[in-house]
Protein backbone atom coordinates (compact mmCIF):
# COMPACT_ATOMS: atom_id res chain seq x y z
CA UNK A 1 0.00 0.00 0.00
CA UNK A 2 0.85 3.75 -0.46
CA UNK A 3 1.97 5.93 2.03
CA UNK A 4 0.27 8.86 2.56
CA UNK A 5 4.02 10.40 1.29
CA UNK A 6 3.62 8.74 -1.58
CA UNK A 7 -0.30 8.88 -2.13
CA UNK A 8 0.79 13.35 -1.64
CA UNK A 9 3.17 13.00 -4.00
CA UNK A 10 1.62 11.12 -6.65
CA UNK A 11 -1.76 14.04 -6.49
CA UNK A 12 1.11 16.23 -6.65
CA UNK A 13 2.06 15.33 -9.72
CA UNK A 14 -1.41 14.63 -11.53
CA UNK A 15 -1.96 18.45 -10.13
CA UNK A 16 1.44 19.43 -11.99
CA UNK A 17 0.75 17.56 -15.11
CA UNK A 18 -2.98 18.66 -15.42
CA UNK A 19 -1.77 22.24 -15.27
CA UNK A 20 0.90 21.85 -18.12
CA UNK A 21 -1.24 20.53 -19.95
CA UNK A 22 -3.72 22.94 -20.11
CA UNK A 23 -0.87 25.75 -20.37
CA UNK A 24 0.36 23.91 -23.38
CA UNK A 25 -3.67 24.05 -24.82
CA UNK A 26 -3.38 27.39 -24.11
CA UNK A 27 -0.42 28.26 -25.81
CA UNK A 28 -2.07 26.15 -29.00
CA UNK A 29 -4.98 28.13 -29.26
CA UNK A 30 -3.06 31.59 -28.57
CA UNK A 31 -0.66 30.29 -31.77
CA UNK A 32 -3.57 29.77 -33.89
CA UNK A 33 -4.87 33.03 -33.11
CA UNK A 34 -2.78 35.55 -33.35
CA UNK A 35 0.68 33.79 -33.99
CA UNK A 36 4.07 32.97 -32.64
CA UNK A 37 5.45 36.78 -32.30
CA UNK A 38 2.26 37.63 -30.49
CA UNK A 39 1.55 34.68 -28.52
CA UNK A 40 3.44 35.92 -25.23
CA UNK A 41 3.20 34.20 -22.06
CA UNK A 42 0.84 37.07 -20.54
CA UNK A 43 -1.66 36.10 -23.76
CA UNK A 44 -1.28 32.63 -23.30
CA UNK A 45 -2.04 33.01 -19.47
CA UNK A 46 -5.27 34.92 -20.49
CA UNK A 47 -6.30 32.48 -21.76
CA UNK A 48 -5.72 29.41 -20.04
CA UNK A 49 -7.22 31.75 -16.58
CA UNK A 50 -3.95 31.58 -14.72
CA UNK A 51 -1.45 33.83 -14.21
CA UNK A 52 1.91 34.33 -15.96
CA UNK A 53 3.76 33.16 -12.60
CA UNK A 54 1.66 30.54 -12.87
CA UNK A 55 3.49 29.73 -16.34
CA UNK A 56 6.82 30.43 -15.21
CA UNK A 57 6.22 28.04 -12.72
CA UNK A 58 6.15 25.06 -14.82
CA UNK A 59 7.64 26.35 -18.38
CA UNK A 60 11.57 28.54 -17.66
CA UNK A 61 10.42 30.91 -20.62
CA UNK A 62 8.64 31.28 -23.82
CA UNK A 63 11.03 28.84 -25.70
CA UNK A 64 11.08 26.32 -23.43
CA UNK A 65 7.16 26.07 -23.68
CA UNK A 66 7.25 26.21 -27.30
CA UNK A 67 9.45 23.57 -27.49
CA UNK A 68 7.17 21.37 -25.18
CA UNK A 69 3.81 22.51 -27.19
CA UNK A 70 6.31 21.18 -30.24
CA UNK A 71 6.82 17.90 -28.73
CA UNK A 72 3.27 17.88 -27.80
CA UNK A 73 1.93 18.63 -31.42
CA UNK A 74 4.36 16.21 -33.08
CA UNK A 75 3.52 13.19 -30.89
CA UNK A 76 -0.15 13.81 -31.22
CA UNK A 77 -0.59 13.79 -34.96
CA UNK A 78 2.21 10.66 -35.09
CA UNK A 79 0.16 8.49 -33.04
CA UNK A 80 -3.23 9.66 -34.95
CA UNK A 81 -1.63 7.93 -38.16
CA UNK A 82 0.24 5.52 -37.30
CA UNK A 83 -2.75 3.71 -35.32
CA UNK A 84 -4.18 4.03 -38.50
CA UNK A 85 -2.15 2.44 -40.74
CA UNK A 86 -0.94 -0.19 -38.41
CA UNK A 87 -4.37 -1.40 -38.86
CA UNK A 88 -3.58 -2.32 -42.33
CA UNK A 89 -2.08 -5.33 -42.86
CA UNK A 90 -0.49 -4.93 -46.86
CA UNK A 91 2.24 -1.70 -48.09
CA UNK A 92 -0.95 -0.36 -50.63
CA UNK A 93 -3.36 -0.62 -47.64
CA UNK A 94 -0.74 0.90 -45.24
CA UNK A 95 -0.16 3.57 -47.78
CA UNK A 96 -3.62 4.32 -48.50
CA UNK A 97 -3.71 4.61 -44.40
CA UNK A 98 -0.94 7.16 -44.09
CA UNK A 99 -2.16 9.41 -47.24
CA UNK A 100 -5.77 9.43 -45.52
CA UNK A 101 -4.83 9.78 -41.98
CA UNK A 102 -2.41 12.59 -42.56
CA UNK A 103 -5.34 14.64 -44.20
CA UNK A 104 -8.00 13.98 -41.93
CA UNK A 105 -5.70 14.96 -38.68
CA UNK A 106 -5.35 18.42 -40.80
CA UNK A 107 -8.88 18.76 -40.90
CA UNK A 108 -9.95 17.96 -37.48
CA UNK A 109 -6.97 19.17 -35.73
CA UNK A 110 -7.31 22.59 -37.54
CA UNK A 111 -5.68 24.72 -34.20
CA UNK A 112 -2.81 21.96 -33.91
CA UNK A 113 -1.77 22.25 -37.73
CA UNK A 114 -1.54 26.09 -37.49
CA UNK A 115 0.07 26.49 -34.45
CA UNK A 116 2.50 23.60 -35.58
CA UNK A 117 3.38 26.09 -38.36
CA UNK A 118 3.51 29.20 -36.24
CA UNK A 119 6.73 27.56 -34.31
CA UNK A 120 8.55 26.07 -37.06
CA UNK A 121 8.52 29.35 -39.40
CA UNK A 122 8.77 31.35 -36.49
CA UNK A 123 10.68 29.99 -33.66
CA UNK A 124 14.57 30.04 -33.18
CA UNK A 125 17.05 28.04 -31.53
CA UNK A 126 20.15 29.97 -29.05
CA UNK A 127 22.39 30.25 -32.04
CA UNK A 128 19.33 32.24 -34.26
CA UNK A 129 18.45 29.37 -36.41
CA UNK A 130 14.96 28.60 -37.87
CA UNK A 131 13.81 25.67 -36.73
CA UNK A 132 13.01 24.65 -40.63
CA UNK A 133 16.47 24.94 -41.51
CA UNK A 134 17.78 22.25 -38.81
CA UNK A 135 19.50 19.39 -39.65
CA UNK A 136 18.29 16.53 -37.17
CA UNK A 137 20.08 13.50 -38.04
CA UNK A 138 17.29 11.69 -36.07
CA UNK A 139 14.77 11.07 -39.13
CA UNK A 140 11.21 12.05 -38.21
CA UNK A 141 8.94 8.98 -37.07
CA UNK A 142 6.21 9.84 -39.70
CA UNK A 143 9.01 9.70 -42.58
CA UNK A 144 10.30 6.52 -41.57
CA UNK A 145 7.02 5.10 -41.01
CA UNK A 146 6.40 5.96 -45.01
CA UNK A 147 9.62 5.08 -46.09
CA UNK A 148 9.58 1.58 -44.19
CA UNK A 149 5.83 1.15 -46.26
CA UNK A 150 7.60 1.98 -49.47
CA UNK A 151 10.22 -0.07 -48.87
CA UNK A 152 8.12 -3.10 -48.02
CA UNK A 153 5.42 -3.09 -50.82
CA UNK A 154 8.83 -3.33 -53.28
CA UNK A 155 10.45 -6.15 -51.43
CA UNK A 156 7.05 -7.80 -52.04
CA UNK A 157 6.60 -6.84 -55.39
CA UNK A 158 3.59 -4.61 -55.12
CA UNK A 159 4.97 -1.44 -55.54
CA UNK A 160 7.76 -0.85 -58.57
CA UNK A 161 11.37 0.41 -58.81
CA UNK A 162 11.15 3.84 -57.92
CA UNK A 163 13.73 6.24 -55.29
CA UNK A 164 12.22 5.87 -51.71
CA UNK A 165 13.94 8.88 -50.91
CA UNK A 166 12.07 10.70 -53.70
CA UNK A 167 8.73 9.20 -53.74
CA UNK A 168 8.01 9.55 -49.93
CA UNK A 169 9.71 13.17 -50.66
CA UNK A 170 6.68 13.63 -53.11
CA UNK A 171 4.12 12.14 -50.74
CA UNK A 172 4.45 14.27 -47.53
CA UNK A 173 4.58 17.33 -49.95
CA UNK A 174 1.91 16.53 -51.39
CA UNK A 175 0.10 16.00 -48.37
CA UNK A 176 1.66 19.12 -46.38
CA UNK A 177 0.55 21.72 -49.63
CA UNK A 178 -2.88 21.21 -48.34
CA UNK A 179 -1.96 22.52 -45.23
CA UNK A 180 0.33 25.72 -46.60
CA UNK A 181 -1.96 26.59 -49.66
CA UNK A 182 -4.96 28.42 -48.80
CA UNK A 183 -6.02 28.38 -52.89
CA UNK A 184 -5.83 24.52 -53.07
CA UNK A 185 -8.05 24.02 -50.50
CA UNK A 186 -10.49 26.94 -51.29
CA UNK A 187 -10.63 24.76 -54.21
CA UNK A 188 -10.63 21.45 -53.41
CA UNK A 189 -12.74 20.00 -50.24
CA UNK A 190 -10.42 17.70 -48.14
CA UNK A 191 -12.08 14.51 -48.92
CA UNK A 192 -11.97 14.90 -52.72
CA UNK A 193 -7.98 15.81 -52.20
CA UNK A 194 -7.41 12.76 -50.16
CA UNK A 195 -8.95 10.71 -52.68
CA UNK A 196 -7.65 11.98 -55.69
CA UNK A 197 -3.92 11.81 -53.71
CA UNK A 198 -4.42 8.12 -52.93
CA UNK A 199 -5.40 7.46 -56.42
CA UNK A 200 -2.35 9.06 -57.93
CA UNK A 201 0.42 8.10 -55.61
CA UNK A 202 -0.89 4.22 -56.19
CA UNK A 203 -0.88 4.81 -59.83
CA UNK A 204 3.02 6.40 -60.05
CA UNK A 205 3.75 3.54 -57.58
CA UNK A 206 2.32 0.77 -59.74
CA UNK A 207 2.63 2.36 -62.72
CA UNK A 208 6.84 2.28 -62.23
CA UNK A 209 6.39 -1.42 -62.39
CA UNK A 210 4.58 -2.41 -65.53
Sequence with gaps: MKSINQEADSKQTFIAEARRAQIVAAAIKTLDEIGY????????AKRAGISTALISYHFSDKDDLMNHVLVKLLEESTSYVLERV???????????????A???????HRAHNSALLEIIFNARTPDNIPYYKLNDDDEEPLLHELKEILKHGQERGEFGVFNIDVMSSLIQGAIGEYMLSTGVAQKVDLETYST???????????????
Design 86 to 100: HQESTPYGQLSAFIT
Design 37 to 44: VQASLAQI
Design 102 to 108: SLAYQGT
Design 196 to 210: ELVKIVEQATKGIAE
